[in-house]
């Protein structure tokens, strides 16, 4: 006798109905994850994934032999429909929570948060799961209003928490064997090593993301000589447009148009030149742009160029600040080669440079 022919009247109503709103929950499959997908683009939320599955039949009919009666019709069911989004942070969980308290109308009561739970062995299953519909407000097709009936279940949970589920999950459930308490233990101590790891990440992105604001702070103050020089604070930096002011100087010899350009890739050869600090590289610009200024003099003061890289003010800074400083020709080439990569031509550039530059009044003061 086949398994359709046992079921009560009630499970196999209950089947029909799944059978008949299979397509319905195929577009939700879509629906949901896309919508939100373009949420966490606008909350700047970075997710690591958004799964989505629709229960099988032989799942669904396992669940309600198992609860007895308790489900009426397909739509006392919440978690046909089961998407889990994977973030890489234990607080993006909660960023990802607020999205769905904002997109979706959320049931409260059938909601958990098992995050809160304190068994040793159950760093895998701290999830935050919600019972969610979708407004008519947030989509709605009449040609599927049960679009707007159908709860489903999202679950939240870090990449860590995941990978250790499915672990624990192979190890210790699908072989049908009782485990040894002296591989339970072992598991268990990985499990808190996996928290504690993930406590760490969320923490130092904290700090991060804390210094980051410091620095902006003291860039915005002024207080340069405190600021290390790194890709944050010379990004920040580059946002007050410190060298602007000497390359409209430069532009105004032939009324040029400016280009911008990304100037970050001044960052590693202001180091290897051996600036330290913001105010070390804000003391460049104040006594070297004279001499910067006198470079591009000899360069373009007589050309008909009309556009100019706003990359001219760092180069010709750095090209002053290496000859100043006895770098010489090998000290321009290496510049050449940070910023432009290895070439050949570079070093004839370097050497046009020092000959260019020897007779200029800041080598002789």
Request: hydrophobic residues 40%; aromatic residues 8%.
């Amino acid at each position: 006798m086949s398994t359709k022919q046992i079921l009560d009247p009630l499970t196999q109503s209950i089947l029909d109905q799944y059978h008949s709103l299979l397509p319905v929950y195929a577009k939700m499959g879509e629906i949901i994850p896309q919508k939100l997908k373009d949420f966490f683009a606008d909350a700047g939320i970075i997710v690591a994934a958004v799964e989505h599955r629709v229960k099988t039949e032989e799942s669904l009919t396992g669940k309600i032999l198992r609860k007895g009666g308790k489900y009426r019709e397909i739509f006392d069911l919440t978690d046909l429909i089961g998407l889990r989004v994977i973030t890489f942070y234990i607080d993006d969980v909660d960023k990802v929570a607020s999205v769905l308290e904002r997109l979706f109308e959320i049931d409260w009561e059938n909601s958990v948060d098992k995050r809160k739970a304190h068994e040793i062995d159950s760093f895998g299953y701290l999830s935050l799961h919600y019972i969610c519909r979708i407004p008519e407000s947030a989509y709605h097709d009449p040609e599927h209003p049960e679009i707007n009936k159908i709860r489903f279940e999202v679950q939240m949970r870090t990449v860590l928490q995941h990978a250790w589920a499915n672990m624990n999950h192979d190890t210790g459930y699908k072989s049908g064997v009782e485990i040894p308490k002296v591989y339970l233990r072992n598991l268990s101590r990985l499990a808190g090593m996996l928290e504690l790891v993930d406590d760490e990440f969320s923490r130092i992105r904290r700090e991060i993301s804390d210094y980051r604001r410091q620095v902006q702070s003291l860039v915005a103050s002024g207080n340069l000589d405190e600021v290390p020089l790194d890709g944050d604070s010379f990004r920040s930096y580059l946002s007050i447009h410190p060298f602007a002011r000497l390359t409209r100087r430069i532009a105004s010899l032939n009324q040029a148009e400016i280009q911008e350009v990304d100037l970050s890739r001044f960052l590693p050869l202001l180091k290897e030149l051996g600036f330290k600090t913001l105010g070390e590289v804000s003391n460049l610009i104040k006594d070297y742009s004279e001499a910067a200024y006198q470079i591009a003099c000899f360069q373009i003061g007589l050309t008909d160029i009309d556009i100019l890289s706003s990359a001219v003010a760092p180069q010709n800074l750095c090209t002053a600040y290496i000859l100043k400083n006895g770098g010489g020709r090998a000290g321009l080439r290496f510049m050449l080669d940070t910023l432009n990569g290895p070439n050949e031509g570079n070093e004839g550039m370097a050497e046009f440079l020092v000959e260019q530059t020897k007779d200029l009044p800041f080598m002789n003061q």
